[in-house]
């Protein structure tokens, strides 16, 4: 008896030791980066599920509107989110984890109309369609002087922009070109990305400061970024995903 309570405990030692410890994260929907209905989720999401396995993490993805997604990891009703541009501000409720690329931010406008700028000032007087919540760059946001007009997502900016609505929409390149043929084919001719953009961007995880072990999970994630990168991994998954 002794010889199988020795064994028993043996193997659930092993099980526990094999069994990675899970994280939450919560996400949105935001293709071609990552949502729940595209191949894997995305590029994204492929990506943060390996670096966190290679960390000794099993990751989660609760998939929501991008104000809610936010609000829960500030809550600390999940571990973290993503992906998140940098911003100071965000750094009052999460740790930011190390970058993994993302994509250029910039102005969509209708063909038709004459809108160019060298400065952000030069944009004065026009409206732009941004999104409740989003970080963009770090001037564009403290632009006070611009006429922002913040909607719910992405989607119904460019909805607007495709009615007149607004004379700016400022998005990443790569959701605003999927949006635009996804949801709205018709217009595709009629709406360009403007040559002159504001930022190429890195995209990051962002852990809650109100959860426990908060450096431990930045770090499981920055070591197995740190091993994807060195043997080639980020680039094939890049490259497989269509980026």
Known sequence: MKKYMVILALIVCSVTANAAE?????????????????????????LVKEAFRRGGLEA?????????????????????????????????????????????IGFFKLKRKDISFNRLEDLKGLKIG?????????????????????????????????????DLVVADKFVGLNLIKKHMP????????????????????????KVANVDAKVQAFNAGLKQMKADGTIDKILTEYGF
């Open 130 to 166: 941004t999104v409740k919540g989003y970080v963009n760059t770090k001037e564009f946001d403290a632009a006070d002087y611009l006429n922002k007009d913040a909607v719910k997502d992405d989607l119904t900016n460019f909805k607007k922009l495709a009615a007149g609505r607004l």
């Open 60 to 104: 989660d993805f609760q998939f929501d509107r991008w104000s809610r997604v936010v609000g829960l990891a500030k809550s600390g009703q999940v571990d973290g989110y993503f992906p998140e541009y940098f911003s100071e501000s965000v750094k009052a409720y999460a740790v930011f984890s190390d970058p993994f690329p993302g994509g250029p």
């Open 22 to 46: 899970k994280i939450t994260l919560s996400t949105l929907d935001w293709e071609p980066y990552i949502g729940k209905a595209i191949k894997d989720n995305g590029y994204v999401a492929v």
């Open 186 to 209: 018709d217009k595709a001719g009629q709406i360009e990305f403007m040559a002159k953009f504001l930022e190429e961007k890195d995209l990051f995880v962002c852990i809650s400061n």
